[in-house]
């Protein structure tokens, strides 16, 4: 197949085809990672900038990693120490810095929608990192990667989805993109942390933790994103915990070879326990291995 795309911005916008493609080349690209010299020519005299304006750890790292691993240069942008601050607009700072002639900017916003408006504008390739509670197409990405490799297949799996999904990016990026590779997807969670209209995503919904454990392949577990919530969506953490926690109690009832996923940052104690985080179903630092190769891919 012939890549012709300029931007990353949404799994919508992918085939099933085009996603394959990715997940089939990030294949190559991770055992560059366990080389003593970690590095390919793919993108030698390429510039790529990363603009985080969000707090990051996993996706800023392993972006930077990845385009560093393929020779390209790189700089990182923060909102703080940036012009940003003196009131210049997201565009206005993403075309100075492409006037300094950059091939690719990738950006994480705290608004959904950021990264599209910028590729509208821009010659550079945009690569959305994540926008608000819209999109993080690389997580999804990196993500069916890791249950590819671990399942040998994602068609016909039942993936749960758990938490705040009404706030999150990664659960909206995870079913569009799941569900194309033919995956049954479930979104598990409290009535308020649910948006309205997610069944016509294609995914099942379900209010009951308990009820849904037995019968998954892979279970993702999702942070509250108390960062994104300008209303009191729960009574309190405890109570949350209680019912939508996964700990070594509830796994009993998973299957032998159940998944346990989670974006990070995780918080230990609340959506997943310490010993379900660290135990042996668990794929947490997988998924930021495979990070870093489905970013060069
Ligand atoms: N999963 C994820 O996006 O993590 P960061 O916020 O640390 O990048």
Redesign the pocket.
């Known amino acids: 197949m012939n890549w012709t795309r300029h931007d990353l911005l949404d799994l919508q916008e992918l085939s099933r085809e085009e996603i394959e493609m990715i997940l089939e080349t990030a294949k190559s690209f991770k055992e560059v990672g366990t080389r003593d010299i970690k590095k390919v020519p793919a993108l030698r005299g390429k510039t790529v900038v990363m603009l985080f304006f969000e707090?990051?750890?996993?996706?800023?790292t392993s972006f930077e990693l990845a385009a560093k691993r393929l020779s390209a240069d790189t700089m990182n942008i923060a909102a703080s120490g940036s012009s940003l601050s003196k009131g210049e607009t997201t565009l206005d700072t993403a075309l100075n810095i492409e006037a300094m002639n950059v091939d690719g900017i990738v950006i994480r916003h705290g608004s959904s929608g950021i990264p599209h408006y910028l590729a509208q504008h821009l010659s550079a390739s945009v690569i959305n990192a994540?926008d608000g509670c819209r999109s993080?197409p690389t997580?999804a990405l990196l993500d069916m990667y890791t249950i590819l490799e671990k399942k040998k297949k994602i068609e016909g799996l039942k993936v749960a989805i758990v938490g705040d999904i009404a706030h999150s990016r990664?659960a909206r990026s995870n079913i569009i993109g799941l569900t194309k590779l033919g995956a049954e997807v479930t979104v598990c969670g409290p009535s308020t942390l649910m948006p309205p209209g997610i069944e016509t995503t294609g995914a099942k919904v379900s209010y009951d933790l308990d009820s849904i454990i037995p019968e998954s392949d892979v279970i993702m577990m999702l942070r509250i994103q108390m960062e994104r919530q300008e209303q009191k969506f729960l009574p309190s953490i405890r109570e949350y915990a209680i019912k939508f926690g996964l700990n070594s109690n509830r796994l009993k009832k998973a299957k032998k070879d159940v998944l346990i996923m989670h974006?990070?940052?995780t918080n230990r104690g609340v959506e997943i326990s310490a010993e379900v985080a660290d135990g042996e179903h668990s794929v947490i630092l997988d998924q930021v291995t495979n990070g870093v190769a489905v970013r060069m891919a």
């Open positions: 707090n990051s750890t996993r996706t800023r994540g993080h997580q990664v974006p990070g940052p």
